[in-house]
Nanobody
Framework: VQLQASGGGLVQAGGSLGLSCTAS????????IGWYRQAPGQERELVAS???????KYADSVKGRFAISRDTAENTVYLQMNSLKPEDTAVYYC??????????????WGQGTLVTVSS
């Protein structure tokens, strides 16, 4: 499975950005897909995930601001990020697998995409 992420960039606090990630290859191995992020000097943390049956999970820090969605036919997952804060600044990684509850259990990773939120 290959994951190709796009989106990200620079935005002012309070603004919005969208990320997308398209899976290719043996996508039948994927049950969960979503996004992790890693800020400088910090551990990678799970931001949002969505399962094959549409169950979504969010980190407490992004609930109400971020929305994850999935286009199963296109094997693409989207992350809409609203009301961005400087603390959302990080490299965002698309992850997929049977589960992505932890970094060790996520089988597939995309390249990171940088999100920078200026104050």
């Amino acid at each position: 499975v290959q994951l190709q992420a796009s989106g990200g960039g620079l935005v002012q606090a309070g603004g919005s950005l969208g990320l997308s990630c398209t899976a290719s290859g043996s996508t039948f191995n994927i049950n969960a897909i979503g996004w992790y992020r890693q800020a400088p000097g910090q551990e990678r943390e799970l931001v949002a995930s969505i399962s094959s049956d549409g169950i979504t999970k969010y980190a407490d820090s992004v609930k109400g601001r971020f929305a994850i969605s999935r286009d199963t036919a296109e094997n693409t997952v989207y992350l809409q990020m609203n009301s961005l804060k400087p603390e959302d600044t990080a490299v965002y990684y698309c992850a997929a697998g049977q589960t992505i509850a932890t970094t060790k259990r996520a089988a597939y990773w995309g390249q990171g995409t940088l999100v920078t939120v200026s104050s």
